[in-house]
């Protein structure tokens, strides 16, 4: 995922001059992951359809503050969850976990506090990262660069159970103990792992000159940042292979993990709607078929 790609900026190019083709070619393309994802949040499909409307209009009347940080598709995806918070919130909806709910626990839900409260609000007020400046949005490109080496390098090398721990650890920001209990490890063998990933990541983002990371809340960025910048996030057409199960094994096995385990919602958003899209494409050759031998049947007017 990562930054903006050169066909997306062209795009973006192309709607900043006006061009309706092109405007309209975006929301085509976007529209359908989007819809997913709302509905998977707001269970009335008029609910979804209005706030991807009003996606869309947040998008082209904010245009000026894309500023390429994020694929199109997280940021199209960040307005949304903001206007799905805003939404519960009015509700007084206490709680809405927005990257994966597969792992809520109970004490999570009695404490009124739990690991997901980071994701209800826009703003991480609570730490000192919360100031954006300079300073600190270097801070975060170094660490979106580190932590990108780290998962490039776990994928790599195939090595896809690391890879399901530091998404658990760090996308998630689940407890070791939880993380111990979904990949079957004990809670020590976590703690050292999550420990020596922590140490990789401030050395490599050191590399870049940044000054050193305070603790406090440091864990709170590495997650803003994955969350971001969607680290490990497949592509969508890695999901569509996934879905047409054409991919390898290992490959196969690790995005079964990410959509279904870790319940990244971004992804499964993708899945949902490729879902969609190939059932409407095999209703379309099955209309196709049934024209092409029945057509000739037809009377012909005399
Ligand atoms: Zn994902």
Known sequence: MGQISEAEQFLLDQIRAGDQAAWSRFVE????????????????????????????????????????????????????????????????????????????????????????????????????????????????????????????GYKKKLNFRDLEIIELLFYCQLANQTVAGIVARNEKNIAVFKHRCLKQVRELAARGGTPEPPDEGFEDLLTEVWEAGRMSCPKRSTIGAYLLETLDGAWHDYVGFHLNTLGCQFCRANLEDLRKQTAADESRHVQARIMESTVGFLHKPR
């Open 29 to 152: 393309r976007y529209r359908g992951r989007l819809l997913s994802f709302a509905q998977m949040k707001l269970p009335q499909r008029a609910d979804a359809e209005d706030i991807v409307q009003d996606t869309f209009v947040g998008f082209i009347t904010g245009l000026a503050n894309c500023r390429g940080e994020s694929s199109l598709e997280t940021y199209l995806f960040t307005i949304l969850r903001r206007k799905i918070i805003n939404m519960y919130r009015s509700a007084h909806t206490r709680y809405v976990c927005l990257v994966q709910d597969v792992y809520r626990t109970s004490a999570d839900e009695e404490s009124g506090s739990n690991v997901y409260e980071f994701f209800a609000s826009d703003e991480t007020t609570a730490s000192v990262y919360a100031r954006r400046d300079e300073q600190s949005d270097l801070l975060r490109a170094a660490l979106a660069a580190a932590l990108q080496s780290l998962v490039d």
